[in-house]
């Protein structure tokens, strides 16, 4: 008699944030188990037991992602509770508005930290699962402010660097069954953005709406699935158009 195999498991970290957890819950109706990743334990908590009380295998780890021996204990801690990874998907990002003159060097490695150092760990750490699994996916968030120059520089420069990261690590996977892909969301009305913020973008935005996080889910719903294979080492912009036009300022 043959075990049936579980269901594929993916890593979400942010999870208990506003893309992180709309993103898990989406993978969860996917038909994957997931494990719910933030530094706010009590919110990774939230998201593991609504998607636990639909029925979705999930655990929930009050993790610091920029801690280098940290992710080596999430990989023992989600092999033990869940299984081999499959899927990895970095959503854990935070913003420090300042500009030039009150950017410290700590706030701007704090950011460099979370928003690029920390995939860059977790995709090592991950990177034997991934290979071995029949089709494994690493799927960053970046943001539009990436893409191009933006007033908060060590933001934007942390995103344009996860964007580098994104394309460069698809050598690392080649031959594999691995994808790596990011994507770059414009405003989207989350603990990150308070409305007001979002609303004066929106305003800039050719299809004259604020984002969902869903619409920005939507997509890394499809990059995850298994008929994306086509697809690597890209980043999808989901701004509504904003950034070929406008600056957000
Ligand atoms: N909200 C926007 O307008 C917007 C636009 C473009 C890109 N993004 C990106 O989307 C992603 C999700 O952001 P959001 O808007 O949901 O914000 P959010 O603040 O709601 O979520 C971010 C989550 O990351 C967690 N986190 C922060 N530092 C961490 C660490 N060291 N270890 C583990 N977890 C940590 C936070 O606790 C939080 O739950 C981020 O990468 C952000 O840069 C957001």
Redesign the pocket.
Known sequence: MTTPAGPPVAVV??????????TATMLGELGLAVAC????EV??KRTATELGNNGVASAAYG?????ESAAGSLVDAVHADLGQVSHLV??????RRTHLADTTADSWRQVM???VT?PFLLTQAFADDLKAAEYGRVIN?????GTRGYEYPA?AAS?AALINLTSSLMFDFWGTAVTVNA???????????DRP??ER?AAKTPTGRI?D?DD?AAVIGFLAGRTSRGVNGTTTVI?GGASLLFSYK
């Open positions: 970290t942010g999870a208990g944030g506003g893309l992180g957890a709309v990743v933030d530094i706010d919110a990774a993790v610091d992602i920029t801690s970095n959503i854990a990002g935070i913003l930290d979370v928003n920390a968030c970046a943001s539009f402010a933001y995103k994507v770059a969301p414009g405003a989207m009305v989350t603990p990150m953005l913020a979002a973008m984002l996080p920005v701004d």
